[in-house]
């Protein structure tokens, strides 16, 4: 950590850029969260939140001039570390649930109140 | 130095992730959406991980998108002229000190590719390397890793599947199949 703080923030970037990508779309998935009255933009700011993480851990599991952890017999390495893929698999298909039930949601909010932007949902909800 | 390649395939995801969030018609967000997908895919191939880069392209870019297509064609799409939506302060904050505290964590994390990393030098990845192809005899270690060693795992992930499936029916009130 002391050798990467004398390095200077440009080499800091430059060496660790997938993680200083992590930390903008995490940024940019909240916001949207937040920012958008829009329910299916919320659910799209959900998603890029969801990947950001994603980034995070495959990044972590790369090695430079590894290849990707096909092994057997003859194969030769040095090889990616497999466990960080198996688990954004999985999460990648469990965020399309997640996905999916949600615009499920959306859907059926939409037949009950006729709109989809979060503050005139607010309104309509209070007069019930 | 950084290579050129997986700085603009960041420079990109980057891009078209920031496009959605201003973009204020949703079928736009929605198309955006999809090329920042599509983006991130190739970024996993970059990172020799191909089995998420085609789970990615195929469930993330194709499924992903037709399903946000879906919900719109059913519903409705924000009326009004404006391009771009209006900046939100209170979620800008958050999003700018979520970036910051982030980022203020960048140097305590091992350069990305190092072979002096936790996960390159942990015992678990060289448990599934050096033992995979005798004990399964697959050759693709996330494949095994996937279907054997976390099998119950992947099973578990098979039930969220299965709730999700029977949440949206339930919801959407087609349960009933006369």
């Not at chain 2, 603009?8 to 980057?14: A, T």
């Not at chain 2, 060289?126 to 693709?140: F, G, R």
């Amino acid at each position: 950590m002391i050798d990467a703080l004398a390095a200077g923030p440009v080499d800091l970037l430059a060496t660790r850029s997938y993680y200083a990508g992590t930390a903008l779309l995490l940024g940019i998935g909240a916001y949207v969260m937040i920012a958008s009255p829009n329910l299916v933009k919320k659910v799209i700011g959900m998603n890029i939140f969801q990947t950001g993480i994603f980034l995070f851990f495959i990044a972590s599991a790369y090695v430079e001039g590894a290849k990707s952890p096909i092994v057997g017999p003859k194969a030769t390495g040095p090889f990616v570390s497999p466990l960080p893929h198996v688990l954004i698999l999985t999460a990648i298909v469990v965020g399309v649930s997640l996905t999916a039930v949600a615009l499920g949601l959306i859907v059926r909010v939409y037949n009950e109140y006729g709109t989809l932007e979060a503050d005139v949902l607010q309104e309509v909800r209070s007069d019930d | 130095m950084i290579d050129a390649v997986p700085a603009v395939l960041l420079v990109l995801v980057v891009a078209c992730a920031l496009a959605t969030a201003v973009l204020r018609d949703v079928l736009a967000a929605i198309i955006a959406f999809a090329a920042y997908s599509l983006g991130i895919a190739m970024i996993w191939v970059l990172l020799q991980a191909p089995d998420v880069g085609l789970t990615e392209a195929a469930v993330g870019a194709g499924v992903t998108t037709i399903l946000f297509l879906l919900t719109i064609a059913k519903t409705v799409r924000p009326p009004g002229e404006a391009i771009f939506e209006s900046l939100d302060p209170k979620g800008l904050v958050v999003a700018v000190l979520i970036v910051g505290v982030l980022a203020s964590t960048l140097g305590a994390l091992p350069p990305v590719g190092s072979a002096e990393t936790p996960v390159a030098q942990s015992q678990v990845t060289d448990y599934y390397l050096e033992n995979t192809y005798e004990q399964t005899h697959v050759k693709n270690a996330v494949t095994a890793v996937l279907a054997a060693y976390r099998g119950f795992d992947t099973m578990g992930e098979a039930v969220v599947v299965f709730a999700a499936g029977v949440g949206l029916l339930v919801v959407l009130g087609r349960e009933v199949f006369a």
